[in-house]
């Protein structure tokens, strides 16, 4: 839960510039305090006759701003650039003139918080309407900035986290954008950098506005018992102190803060109720050496016994932002369940305070090593940047290695690797090396072959099995055959085969999409005129684009099915003899028929037509209309015997919500367990299977398969035969058509 003590006590301060400026002057120098005090009487001057939405004076803010990270002991440069960071940008005084007064250090950091706004504009994905590209490189040169000086990353989040102590003077609707910017981006970013009294206000004050009945009612919950807890927590304090002072163990105990967000989220990944939680009942045991951590820890288990799957240590393992501490959970007095963690004081500093306790930005100092490894993560997205041939994938990553959830895997020698959740061995292998990933061919976890599309796991041991001279496939650039997770892995295949001769990637581009819309029965496209829609000079263009995924599958399927069924503008709308009528029957959905009034429709079984296909009517004799495809062999025929029962057909606006049956053939070798494993791809993509024959060949072992599924359009139909392709044993999926 948020500091309300700290806070009053703190706000108290800041309202005396004097009595601030006093407060911060310990351990500072006279030259130092001399800067500090020079940006306070520019940006109160700066500021006059400026107010916050709340009433109080700007200033306010800008010094709130300075003492949060004087609290962090951040150093003069900052605490002067956090005082002036909305000068440039919202007073008449100009970035100049703060380079002029206080040098190039401060004036950079304020530059640098005022681009750090751009991050907001990235929070909610990417927008096909932009300019993705000028994104991308605005966003590159901020991660540069903050790469360079992390201190603006800090003052960022010093002002956020300002603002959200202060979010009730907006309008209900901005406290949930602000909210919600605050919970997906800067609380990510507090724990990334292991500031975690950052990350835990954030997250707290952002649950409060976005759901304030949830945050009121697990703080009730908290406050209830709150008496008897810290009474429990008093006299176990008592007796753990006794039992470490008895082995001769000097520790300092104290009792953990409990923080609503925290205890949400536990509420919400367990499935559990408030009082099933393990770490409601919390302290923290502080030592001096590592050794006596693990002392402390068997003294805890020798006297209580221990809730297995509940222990972690995260000493021998640190967290990706580098917290180190040993979590158990124990049976205490009365039954009740304690959460014990066990660190150094040294680790508390570090956990605490994240990289503002490695600062050294000071003339002379050592470079930090754990500071370096803190900040390492804004280098490496700036290694791979230039290899990336979509813009919108350097945003994807940045989404990717920031705001989302990691893992932790092993190498054979033990090494920690970081990977975003969902990562698969391909990815693994190119984050050891390019090479290794280039010359991959597959995978060990614990000991066991999978394949390279399996999603890893925490903990697992992870071996990549290598070939001499090996290249990419190109299938690992198809994302719906799950090869890589990672763009940084994807990028760095885009780039190998970008590298190969043009003439090469034509042609393979050409086979990847004549064989993808054969698959899905389209081979009659016109390449020059699709290459158009897609904004290439020609073919050949597009075909190389092809061939290092410049163009994913999903995009030219979508341009190949508006080719097949242009839609018309409302402008030049055909007005017909008669209405049009949708049909009634529920096949019939989303047909539009022209010149003809209201029958009932089917789709023909011979072709099975599907949105996207360019179909054509046949009034039959007692069954309505038949919807087939126009180049099935039975509606060419039927044209030829009686045109006067042809009638023009059009998909109508309702046909994405529609399932349609679709016939595929699979040839595969035979083997036990094929069936099962092509059902359950369909199972997962929610894919109903109406019909199955199978015919095996017990002399050439060859199985042929054709199933009846329905589908709602041609991505889909892409995607589910694409990953039929890659099982075991398949040697051919495609749509068949009688």
């Known amino acids: 839960m948020v500091n309300r003590s700290r806070q009053s006590d703190s706000n108290d301060l800041i309202h005396d510039r004097g009595l601030w400026l006093k407060k911060i002057s310990l351990g500072r120098s006279e030259e130092e305090m001399a800067v500090i005090k020079q940006a306070c009487v520019l940006a109160e001057q700066a500021h006059a006759g400026q107010t916050r939405l709340s009433g109080e004076p700007y200033f306010q803010h800008s010094l709130a701003v300075a003492d949060i990270l004087a609290d962090l002991r951040l150093d003069h ?79 960022k989040l010093a002002d956020r986290t300002h603002n959200m102590r202060t979010l009730s003077s907006l309008r209900p609707d901005k406290q949930q954008r602000i909210a919600r910017e605050t919970l997906d981006i800067y609380a990510p970013l507090a724990n990334r950098l292991g500031i975690w009294q950052v990350k835990w206000e954030l997250e707290d004050l952002s649950l409060r506005y976005l759901d304030p009945e949830l945050y009121k009612k697990i703080a009730r919950m908290l406050d209830e018992r709150r008496v008897d807890r810290e009474r429990y927590i008093k006299e176990f304090i ?31 990944q367990k499935h559990i109720d408030y009082h099933q939680l393990y770490d409601v009942r919390g302290v923290r045991i502080l030592v001096d050496k590592i050794s006596e951590c693990y002392t402390a820890l068997g003294i805890v288990h020798s006297i209580w016994q221990y809730i297995p799957g509940e222990f972690d240590d995260y000493i021998a393992t640190p967290k990706d932002n580098n917290y180190r501490s040993i979590h158990t959970a124990i049976i205490g007095p009365g039954g009740k369940i304690v ?75 033990g090494n920690v690797i970081d ?5 698969t061995p391909l990815d693994f292998a190119y984050h050891i090396h390019t090479e290794v990933g280039h010359r991959c061919r597959g995978a060990k976890v614990n000991g066991k072959m999978i394949p390279l599309t399996y999603k890893l796991q925490t903990g697992q041991q992870v071996e990549i099995i290598t070939v001499k001279n090996g290249t990419p ?41 004549e064989k993808e819309l054969r698959r899905v029965g389209h081979s009659n496209i016109r390449f020059e005129a699709l290459a158009d829609k897609l904004g290439f000079r020609n ?43 949708r049909g009634r029957s529920e096949t019939g959905k989303g047909i539009m028929v022209q010149g003809v009034g209201d029958l009932m429709m089917h ?59 679709v016939d595929i053939v699979i040839t595969a070798f035979d083997r ?54 890659q099982l075991q044993n398949v040697t051919d999926v495609a749509r068949e058509f009688q």
Request: aromatic share 6%.
């Open 77 to 155: 440069e900052t605490l002067a650039a956090a005082l002036l960071h909305d000068v440039a940008e919202d007073t008449d005084i100009t970035s100049e003139q703060i380079r002029e007064q206080f040098g190039d250090n401060i004036a950079n950091l304020v530059d640098g918080v005022t681009k750090m706004q751009l991050i907001e504009a990235f929070q909610g994905g990417t927008d096909k309407t932009k300019k993705e590209r000028e994104q991308a490189e605005t966003l590159r040169k901020m991660l540069l900035a903050m790469a360079e000086d992390i201190r603006v990353v800090l003052i």
């Open 238 to 268: 008592k007796l753990l102190d006794d039992a470490l002072q008895k082995d001769g163990l000097k520790a300092d105990i104290r009792g953990r803060p409990k923080h609503i967000y925290s205890i949400w989220r536990k509420m919400e």
């Open 339 to 413: 959460e014990v963690q066990i660190r150094t004081h040294d680790m508390h500093w570090h956990n605490e305070l994240g990289v503002a306790a490695h600062w050294r930005y000071k003339e002379g100092s050592e470079a930090n090593r754990k500071f370096d490894e803190k900040i390492s993560w804004l280098r490496q997205l700036l290694e791979w940047k230039d290899d990336v041939a979509d813009a919108s994938d350097f945003v994807d990553q940045l989404k990717r290695d920031v705001f989302e959830d990691r893992i932790y895997v092993f190498t054979p020698k």
């Open 419 to 423: 990977l975003s959740n969902g990562a």
């Open 473 to 513: 496939s190109r299938d690992w650039l198809n994302p719906h055959l799950g090869y890589l997770n990672t763009s940084r892995a994807r990028a760095k295949v885009q780039h190998w085969f970008r590298q190969l001769d043009y003439d090469d990637n034509v042609i393979a581009g050409r086979q990847i999409l």
């Open 539 to 581: 073919s050949d263009d597009l075909f190389a684009a092809i061939a290092h995924n410049e163009v994913k599958s999903s995009r030219y399927l979508a341009i190949v099915q508006e080719m097949i069924n242009p839609q018309k503008e409302d402008d030049e709308e055909i007005i017909p003899d008669k209405p049009r009528q």
């Open 603 to 661: 789709m023909a079984r011979c072709c099975n037509p599907l949105p996207g296909d360019n179909i054509a009517g046949y009034i039959t004799r007692g069954q309505g209309v038949s919807i087939h495809r126009e180049d099935c062999p039975n509606m060419l025929r039927y044209g030829e015997q009686a045109p006067e029962r042809t009638v023009e057909v059009s998909w109508g606006d309702e046909q994405t919500e529609q399932n349609y049956p």
């Open 672 to 725: 036990q367990g094929l069936l099962r494993d092509i059902t359950s791809i369909l199972a997962n993509e929610k894919i109903n299977l109406i019909a199955a024959n199978t015919l095996s060949d017990s002399k050439g072992h060859l199985a042929r398969m054709r199933l009846t599924i329905e589908i709602t359009d041609l991505n889909r139909l892409s995607r589910v035969l694409g990953k039929i392709s």
